[in-house]
């Protein structure tokens, strides 16, 4: 990678973490206190400097999907599909947060040398695998998890592999559990308590007879299911995870992923 190519990444990098952290900061603020005004002043002034930082990266292009994805932070759907006049102004400031950490996994992305040496953070080809996602700081996360584990099924770490993969999908279940809530799930025969105290196993339940997700996951090895307990205390494998094991998980990652976004 040439030198000035991977300073302008890191400048990059270190300028939206910085607007990370005075986001992080404004919505513990406007959450606790909407209308604190010198906290909206200050938050006018953020989102101000994101722009900017968002249209340099998206090279002034309205249609990149960096760009895209900054205007529609600021909207807000109900369950129709209509669009919500009024969002709260901790709402708008976490999305954009959400919208950062995005910019900033792509730009890791590149300065790892998995974009070619030619592009520029503008070019960066955009993580929209996990759009459906409702939690825009669950985003990158289970992005870049998916990104280890195809890495790791190609180098034969199936066990890593298998891992990331259940990680994944009890995650992007998890997060289309709670966005339909706890009444809906109640209707589905969910178990007693917090989704978070549920097993892996009663969300899948869960979430299949909510309608949420069809019958893929009856694919899931055994292995998968207990994904938790592949190992010890002391991080040793207890299993071994076969090739056919990883590469089936994988599987019913994709059409679970298929189920919640019928779009991809």
């Given at each position: 990678m040439q030198e000035s190519l991977r300073s302008q990444i890191d400048s990059n990098l270190s300028h939206l973490n910085a607007l990370i952290r005075r986001g992080r900061s404004?919505?513990?603020?406007?959450?606790s206190d909407p209308s604190d005004k010198s906290a909206l002043v200050a938050n006018r002034a953020w989102q101000q400097d994101c722009g900017v930082a968002i249209y340099q990266l998206s090279g002034g292009s309205k249609a990149h999907w960096l760009a895209r994805a900054f205007?529609?932070?600021?909207?807000?759907?109900?369950?129709?599909?209509?669009?919500i006049e009024a969002?709260?102004?901790?709402?708008?400031?976490?999305?954009?947060?959400?919208v950062l950490g995005q910019a900033i996994l792509s730009l890791s992305r590149m300065g790892d040398g998995q974009i070619g040496s030619t592009s520029s953070p503008s070019a960066a080809p955009p993580p929209r695998r996990f759009e459906f996602v409702h939690n825009p700081r669950l985003r990158p996360v289970v992005e870049q998890a998916y990104i280890d584990s195809r890495d790791a099924?190609?180098?034969?770490?199936?066990?890593?592999?298998?891992?990331?993969?259940?990680?994944?999908?009890e995650a992007i279940v998890t997060d289309a559990l709670e966005y339909q809530g706890l009444e809906r799930a109640a209707e589905a025969g969910a178990p007693a308590g917090k989704i978070a105290d549920w097993s892996f196993n009663d969300r899948l339940g869960v979430a299949e007879r909510?309608?949420?997700?069809?019958g893929?996951?009856?694919?899931?090895?055994?292995?998968?299911?207990?994904?938790?307990?592949?190992?010890?205390?002391?991080?040793?494998?207890?299993?071994?995870?076969?090739?056919?094991?990883?590469?089936?998980?994988?599987?019913?990652?994709?059409?679970?992923?298929?189920?919640?976004?019928?779009?991809?």
């Open positions: 404004l919505r513990e603020t406007l959450t205007s529609e932070a600021f909207l807000l759907r109900a369950d129709s599909g209509q669009v969002v709260a102004p901790g709402e708008i400031v976490e999305r954009l947060v959400g099924l190609e180098q034969g770490r199936y066990d890593t592999a298998l891992v990331h993969s259940c990680g994944i999908l909510a309608g949420l997700i069809r893929g996951c009856a694919r899931l090895p055994e292995i998968a299911r207990r994904y938790r307990d592949l190992t010890d205390g002391d991080g040793n494998p207890q299993w071994t995870v076969t090739e056919r094991d990883a590469k089936r998980t994988a599987q019913v990652l994709h059409v679970v992923m298929k189920d919640l976004d019928p779009g991809r």
